[in-house]
């Protein structure tokens, strides 16, 4: 499938737990202004944390595949250029080591790891862990999606009034924003939590039927498109086309099923 063997699944997880024990969680509650900078802005933030789990994850995950690259989201940060090894012919590991910055940085309980394994564009694996609760979602392509050691799958389809998700207008249009929040009113609760791979999570569980997304940073998004697709869940860019990890603007849609996809695509963009 892939050209390469691929890691132990497990392995990779056990790797994942224990950076997040050892560089991540001693960090939590704990930061101090010092701890905490901006990259871009106040909605942009990098801490202590970030920057030692992704320095533990790089060279161990590497060491994992023999050859493989890696991408990961503060490196990026500091030279744009790193983003180009995705479309390379080596596998490519893509990392968020605190997603949901903003969160861990105020104390709450709403971030994650995220890890992806990707190669000539598209992605092989996917990892996806809860420091706090030990949660932690695997999949491979091809295999099914995996949460705490069993097989899950996304929420059964329910009509549109019924529908619960996350309904990001970060990152778009001042007039799809608007768009967005007249359309949405025919639909259930929304529920953003400012971490991508928690909302992904919910999609796991059952607990939302959709999320949309702008803005399409690899180390957002690989891991938990894969995952909710191996969950039995549909998703493309609301042009149609599928999701790649090496795609960086657009918006993107995930459903239960292609059927509901469409019927939120009517009601969201028609």
Same mark, same amino acid.
């Given at each position: 499938m892939t050209g390469f063997p691929l890691p132990d699944i497990d392995r990779v997880a056990d790797l994942i737990r224990s950076v997040a024990r050892t560089e991540i969680m001693p960090y939590f509650q704990k930061l101090d202004a010092a701890g905490i900078r901006q990259k871009t802005g106040p909605t942009d933030l990098v801490t #202590?944390?970030? @920057?030692?789990? @992704? *320095?533990? #994850?790089?060279?161990?995950?590497? /060491?994992? #595949?023999? $050859? =493989? *690259? %890696? %991408? $990961?989201?503060?490196?990026?940060?500091e030279d744009e250029r790193v983003l180009e090894r995705i479309h390379g012919d080596d596998p490519v590991w893509i990392i968020d080591p605190v997603d949901g910055? &903003?969160? +861990? !940085?105020? $104390? *709450?309980?709403? +971030? /994650?790891? &995220?890890? !992806?394994?990707?190669?000539?564009g598209e992605t092989i694996a996917g990892w996806i862990h809860d420091p706090v609760d030990g949660r932690m979602a695997t999949a491979v392509k091809g295999q099914g999606a995996w949460l705490d050691g069993r097989r899950v799958h996304? !929420?059964?389809a329910v009509p549109l009034p019924q529908m619960v998700g996350a309904l990001s207008t970060r +990152?778009? =249009?001042?007039e799809m924003r608007l768009k967005l929040e007249e359309r949405s009113v025919g639909l259930a609760e929304r529920v953003c939590l400012s971490s991508a791979a928690q909302e992904y999570l919910r999609l796991l569980e059952g607990r939302a039927q959709y999320s949309l997304y702008h803005r399409l940073m690899p180390w957002d998004h690989a891991a938990g498109v894969l995952l909710h697709a191996e969950a039995g869940g549909h998703s493309a860019l609301i042009d149609g086309t599928p999701y790649r990890p090496g795609l960086l603007n657009g918006s993107i849609l995930l459903a239960p099923d292609r059927e509901s996809w469409q019927a #939120?695509? $009517?009601q969201l963009f028609g």
């Open positions: #202590l944390a970030d @920057e030692a789990a @992704e *320095r533990a #994850l790089t060279p161990a995950l590497s /060491a994992l #595949l023999p $050859g =493989s *690259r %890696v %991408v $990961g989201e503060e490196a990026a940060s910055t &903003i969160n +861990f !940085a105020q $104390g *709450r309980p709403m +971030f /994650a790891v &995220i890890v !992806a394994l990707a190669c000539k996304v !929420a059964p +990152f778009c =249009s001042e #939120l695509h $009517g």
